[in-house]
């Protein structure tokens, strides 16, 4: 790599453990002893680019975050791909984690979607939960079913493929294309964390190209509200003031939505940041989360 890349403050600790019969990758910082706080990665992001939220969080706080099912370095399925499974993931980790204390949840995008059902379904298991970008998708109506389904059947019959890149550095300059709120430093830090090299030269995303299939059944946001409604824990959701996904679910964007939906929630717009909110600037996200544990001090 020739440009320069972020040097993380403190090194992760990395395992392995199997959780439901798969192989999955743990990183880990702060005292070993210290009740834990879990980390659950967005789509196609692994557990490795916590660590600049991690970095501008207290050392005296246990950080564990995991590499979802076919994710960064643990096991891929290798075929189709179901939400409640990473609900079911995270309750054997906590059975091993935490198995007699409850525990707090931070989660971006689609790990905060993770959390915050996890959050409802289990209330007893969770302490706290913040939602990073975590709102839910777009509501879909019944009619898109015939048309969805279709897709998906189309897809079964041709394996989806992986993305290559000649370098690191490739990557690293289509994020900061992408993303202008991104760091050079920081770019190149997540392309190395996503990628990893293939005996041919180049580099392929760390990723099962079968998250890449539609889902065949279709997103109900009224099932996941009624989720949310079953939250007890406190719950902040830390959004981006310019979040190119947020704008997309028009009125269920709204702080308003959020605050009827959860019985205790706190809000948090952070004006300047997008989706990737915590790559982009951890250093206001992690102002957001320490200032609200220190106003509640039971999360």
Request: charged share 25%.
């Amino acid at each position: 790599m020739t440009q320069d890349i972020y040097r993380a403050r403190r090194a992760p600790r990395e395992s392995r453990l199997t959780l439901r019969g798969l192989e999955h990758r743990l990183l880990e910082w702060g005292p070993a002893g210290a009740p834990p706080m879990v980390l659950l990665h967005g789509y196609m992001d692994c557990a490795d680019t916590f660590q600049f939220l991690v970095d501008a969080l207290p050392d005296d706080q246990r950080f564990v975050a995991l590499d979802l099912r076919g994710f960064g370095g643990s096991a891929a399925v290798g075929g189709p791909y179901w939400f409640p499974d990473y609900l079911a993931d995270l309750d054997a980790l906590l059975d091993l984690l935490a198995p007699a204390a409850p525990v707090r949840l931070v989660g971006h995008s689609m790990g905060g979607n993770i959390v915050l059902q996890y959050a409802g379904a289990r209330p007893e298991r969770v302490r706290s939960v913040v939602a990073l970008e975590g709102f839910g998708l777009p509501r879909t109506e019944p009619d898109e079913a015939p048309a969805r389904m279709r897709r998906w059947l189309d897809e079964l019959r041709a394996p989806p493929r992986g993305s290559r890149y000649e370098t690191v550095d490739q990557l690293a300059a289509n994020l900061s294309r992408r993303n202008p709120r991104l760091t050079a430093a920081h770019a190149a830090f997540v392309a190395e964390a996503w990628t990893r090299p293939v005996p041919d030269a180049g580099r392929e995303l760390r990723f099962d190209p079968w998250h890449r299939l539609v889902n065949p059944v279709l997103y109900r946001r009224e099932e996941t509200e009624a989720m949310w409604r079953a939250v007890r824990a406190p719950v902040l959701m830390v959004l981006g003031g310019d979040s190119e996904l947020l704008r997309r679910l028009g009125p269920d964007g709204e702080e308003a939505v959020y605050r009827a939906r959860f019985q205790r929630v706190e809000v948090v717009t952070l004006p300047g940041l997008g989706h990737m909110l915590h790559h982009e600037d951890p250093r206001p996200v992690a102002d957001a989360v320490q200032g609200w544990l220190a106003r509640h001090p039971d999360a």
